[in-house]
């Protein structure tokens, strides 16, 4: 900051204003003592002056880093805000196994396609890798924002389907495991068949 070299400046000033009263060089007549207190009496007020003025500077260096400081602790914050706001969004609702598994495979590429089917524009999405990834499916993606498709580009031709950094940043979660329901619902439906068998 300017402040702090100015109060640099002042205070150099001031030594610069003192009156040094050193040993006298040889061949040289050594001021007399009124000489000397008229010099004092002339310094004094140039070297207070300075070291006041040094003051006041350091005073502005102060508070402007006092501003800087807190301008500081305020951005940090709103970024943190920021970030997990962010990661709250990408991350509040975890991805279903069938999104999970559609958005890995679009990792290695795919497009948004529209064909006509009985005379009806059908919209579907074709991967790279040949995994069947629904429509509805790529919607919820998309519309978390973790897939995006080139615009550009006619539907009829395909549009290319990139995953965007949220969609890398959730593919790093683990993935998510559905409830054996199906299983356990049947279990004693079959318990109670074999029991009405015997």
Do not use: W
């Not at 205070?11 to 060089?25: C, T």
């Not at 509040?92 to 598994?101: M, N, P, R, S, V």
């Not at 389907?161 to 949220?166: A, L, P, Q, S």
């Amino acid at each position: 900051m300017s402040a702090s070299s100015l109060a640099g400046n002042d205070i150099a000033n001031a030594l610069f204003a003192n009156p040094y009263e050193g040993a006298q060089f040889s061949g040289y007549v050594a001021d007399d003592e009124a000489v000397r207190t008229a010099r004092h009496a002339e310094a004094i007020p140039r070297m207070t002056g300075h070291l006041d003025d040094a003051a006041h500077q350091l005073d502005l260096s102060a508070t402007g880093c006092h501003y800087l400081a807190h301008g500081i602790t305020e951005d940090l914050a709103s970024m943190q805000d920021h970030t997990a706001a962010s990661a709250q969004q990408t991350t509040g609702l975890a991805l279903t196994a069938a999104q999970y598994d559609a958005l890995k495979s679009l990792l290695g590429g795919g497009r948004l396609y529209e064909s006509s089917q009985r005379g009806l524009g059908v919209t579907r999405v074709a991967t790279d890798g040949s995994t069947r990834v629904s429509i509805a499916t790529y919607r919820a993606l998309a519309k978390r924002g973790l897939v995006t498709a080139d615009t550009s580009t006619s539907l009829y031709h395909g549009q290319k389907i990139t995953v965007t950094e949220d969609g890398h940043r959730a593919l790093t979660q683990p993935r998510h495991r559905a409830a054996l329901t199906t299983a356990a619902a049947t279990a004693p439906k079959a318990a109670v068949a074999q029991g009405a068998r015997r």
